[in-house]
């Protein structure tokens, strides 16, 4: 079982990293400025993965907070990129640029399990999680 979880954590780890690489170019953040974190939300998904899915920022700001999924062992977390287009239709953006202030109200509540230290889970480590 350990095994499997490692396995599935790091196999996580180099999709989603490959996501974010692609998504920290120059030519992709020309079409698409922001980052979606999508969790699986079933009976199996802790409660504050869960609470987190639709969790939307830049990619600078995903790599800074080092939320890039997965955010514990066994995270189902993925990534994806929000355009400019999806990004003006939710209401993110004032004047053709994003808005801080609307991608803070979007974030809401997602962003107190960042700033309580809950998200990603406690303990898990991105640098030693293969240990």
Request: glycine share 8%; hydrophobic share 35%; net charge negative.
């Amino acid at each position: 079982a350990r095994l499997e979880t490692v396995f599935r954590t790091n196999l996580g780890s180099a999709y989603n990293e490959g996501h974010m690489a692609s998504m920290r170019a120059p030519e992709v953040k020309d079409i698409a400025p922001l980052v979606m974190i999508m969790e699986i939300e079933d009976d199996r998904s802790r409660d504050h993965h869960a609470a987190m899915d639709g969790y939307i920022n830049t990619v600078e700001v995903i790599d800074r907070l080092q939320i890039r999924p997965p955010n514990g062992f066994n995270c189902r977390g993925t990534v994806r990129a929000i355009s400019w287009t999806e990004a003006d239709s939710l209401g993110l953006m004032k004047d053709g640029e994003i808005d801080q202030a609307s991608l803070d109200r979007y974030n809401g509540k997602r962003q107190g399990y960042i700033d309580r230290g809950e998200y990603p889970d406690p303990g898990f480590d991105k640098v030693t999680r293969a240990a």
